[in-house]
């Protein structure tokens, strides 16, 4: 079993900051990537931002340049700096994790039970 847990959500003004993090625990081989998602009511879940093993990372247009994922492989945690946030932003942030389970042959998807960020003044 491998299970994520996540912390750091909560409500904020306009233009705050907050920091997510997730850390991964279980029976883990390896992990290629994390990640975070978000769903706002009434919409779809959408992709934050990814990191991969190697440190590539990738990020949804409407948070470049404000929010900033990173990772520690050593603690098998993933962190997501959120800056200058809006109302728009305001969702349910789920942590995502591609794992490789040990006695697994392939890579599978683990989630987070979420954490509500509100963006509100």
């Known amino acids: 079993q491998v299970q994520l847990v996540e912390s750091g959500g909560g409500l904020v003004q306009p233009g705050g900051s907050l920091r997510l993090s997730c850390a991964a625990s279980?029976?883990?081989?390896?992990?290629?990537?994390m990640g975070w998602y978000r769903q706002a009511p009434g919409k779809q879940r959408e992709l934050v931002a990814a990191?991969?093993?190697?440190?590539?990372?990738n990020y949804a247009d409407s948070v470049k340049g404000r929010f900033t994922i990173s990772r520690d492989s050593a603690k098998n945690t993933v962190y997501l700096q959120m800056n200058s946030l809006k109302p728009e932003d305001t969702a349910v942030y789920l942590c995502?994790?591609?794992?490789?389970?040990?006695?697994?042959?392939?890579?599978?998807?683990?989630w987070g039970q979420g954490t509500q960020v509100t963006v509100s003044s």
């Open positions: 995502n994790a591609r794992v490789v389970p040990i006695g697994a042959r392939g890579e599978y998807d683990y």
């Open positions: 279980g029976s883990i081989l390896s992990i290629y990537a």
């Open positions: 990191v991969t093993t190697g440190g590539s990372t």
